[in-house]
């Protein structure tokens, strides 16, 4: 009878212990989730506003020669887009129609990215391109949402009769979520004011406009218009021709073949194998190299060319 009273009082002294230690672990299990969950929407918002910024470099920057305006228009539509393809907290599926999302002890909505220009940031052309190309300065992004917590008693084991705890279980409302830092109180709402920022526009050969080749015979009517256009106003912003070699070859022999000043430009690619072949009407073949690239007279644009690789952004291919 002794080992039986003594067996059941360790058995009730086990199911107390037992008891109190769930209050514990369900309190545990739960706030841990809660912040998991809170964690991963967080770097959501962090990363719609880190999105709006690498995806406006793939957007149409300027057309050459001098025309920058495109960067604006790019801008403006950076946090709308973002803002668009973040609603639902995942980029990789775009559904519209979900500004709320619910997961197991949080909520998320009102995701929202904006954008605009950051002028601080700033990368000016030399004296001697400042006619065809403009700093553009660039971008800042930020975003913020609202979590909240749902599911989560406010009150648990803490009010009335035997009440084990002397504080609420929780009473933390919505939580104003920023891409960085934290939010600052303006207008009676908190607002994100931290932003990350990136500077745009390399001012690179862009588009099948700008992507075509110039043959030195073909002059302003060739296939990189832009281009030529581009370098033709650096020359002639440097070139100064007095004349004096002009007027040398008339006096001696009545005529001057070639206007020394005039602009003459060849442009080849790949696809003419970086030389350019037109033949002049003379024992010369005419077959030189004009761009940098394969067999460059220049090691370090000839090193540099045969480096590349054939698989997508220079990775190394399989």
Same mark, same amino acid.
């Given at each position: ?31 841990? =989730?809660?912040?998991?969950?809170? *964690?991963?929407?967080?770097? !959501?918002?962090?990363? %719609?506003?880190?999105?709006? +910024?690498? &995806? ?97 008693p406010e ?24 891409? =960085?830092?934290?939010?600052?109180? *303006?207008?009676?709402?908190? !607002?994100?004011?931290? %932003?990350?920022?990136?500077? +745009?526009? &390399? ?9 075509g080749e ?33 007027k040398l ?70």
């Amino acid at each position: 009878m002794v080992r039986t009273r003594e067996a059941r009082r360790r058995r009730g002294q086990a199911m107390v212990e037992m008891a109190l230690g769930l209050l514990l672990f369900v309190t545990v299990l739960i706030f841990g =989730i809660h912040f998991a969950e809170v *964690g991963y929407l967080s770097l !959501k918002v962090q990363e %719609a506003a880190t999105s709006a +910024l690498w &995806d406006t470099t793939s957007a149409k920057m300027h057309e050459l020669p001098g025309r920058f305006t495109h960067v604006e228009n790019a801008i403006k539509q950076a946090g709308q887009h973002a803002t668009e393809r973040y609603e639902d907290f995942d980029g990789r599926t775009s559904r519209h129609g979900r500004p709320k999302i619910v997961q197991v002890f949080t909520s998320a909505e009102g995701l929202s990215v904006t954008c605009e220009e950051e002028k601080h940031l700033s990368f000016k052309p030399s004296n001697s391109t400042q006619d065809v190309y403009e700093d553009t300065g660039g971008m800042r992004c930020t975003a913020q949402a609202r979590l909240a917590p749902i599911r989560i008693p406010e009150h648990f084991v803490d009010r009335g009769q035997g009440a084990l705890f002397d504080v609420p279980h929780y009473m933390m409302g919505a939580i104003p979520v920023c891409a =960085i830092g934290r939010p600052h109180p *303006g207008n009676g709402n908190k !607002k994100c004011r931290g %932003a990350y920022a990136l500077l +745009l526009d &390399d001012w690179g050969l862009a588009g099948e406009a700008e992507s075509g080749e110039c043959k030195v015979l073909d002059e302003g009517n060739c296939g990189n218009k832009p281009y030529y256009d581009s370098t033709e106003l650096v020359y002639k912003d440097h070139v100064k021709v007095d004349g004096s070699s002009e007027k040398l070859a008339k006096e001696i022999v009545g005529e001057s073949p070639i206007d020394p000043g005039k602009f003459w430009m060849s442009f080849r690619g790949m696809d003419s194998d970086f030389k350019e072949k037109e033949h002049g009407g003379d024992k010369d073949p005419n077959d030189w190299v004009t761009t940098p690239g394969k067999k460059s007279p220049t090691s370090g644009y000839k090193s540099s060319f045969e480096a590349r690789g054939e698989c997508f952004l220079g990775a190394q291919c399989p």
